[in-house]
């Protein structure tokens, strides 16, 4: 699992069926202190996360794993909101 940040979200007029309730988020990834760290991407919502919100998600194998039919064309997916980051001190 990785962090990002929801940053903006994606109207669809069509989309596969497989899709049919699940909401597109564009994705900020993050590193562990909360820096961007990467291109934005696009991300099946199954948690309704809100803008602005740090989230974590998967990809690849596990992202249609996500969806309730755990069947679907996705390449990412947020499964989780983050409610706390505690970060240990670094030498």
Do not use: C, F
């Not at 596990?62 to 969806?67: C, G, I, R």
């Not at 755990?70 to 989780?80: E, M, R, S």
């Amino acid at each position: 699992m990785r962090l990002g940040r929801v940053s903006g979200k994606i109207v669809a007029t069509r989309k596969d069926p497989s899709l049919k309730g699940i909401r597109l988020l564009v994705i900020r990834p993050l590193d562990h202190r909360r820096n961007d760290h990467g291109d934005a991407l696009v991300a099946a919502d199954v948690v309704s996360a809100g803008q602005g919100e740090t989230v974590y998600w998967v990809s690849a194998r596990e992202a249609p794993n996500a969806l309730p039919d755990k069947y679907g064309p996705v390449d990412a997916a947020i499964v989780g909101i983050a409610d706390r980051i505690d970060i240990r001190n670094e030498p």
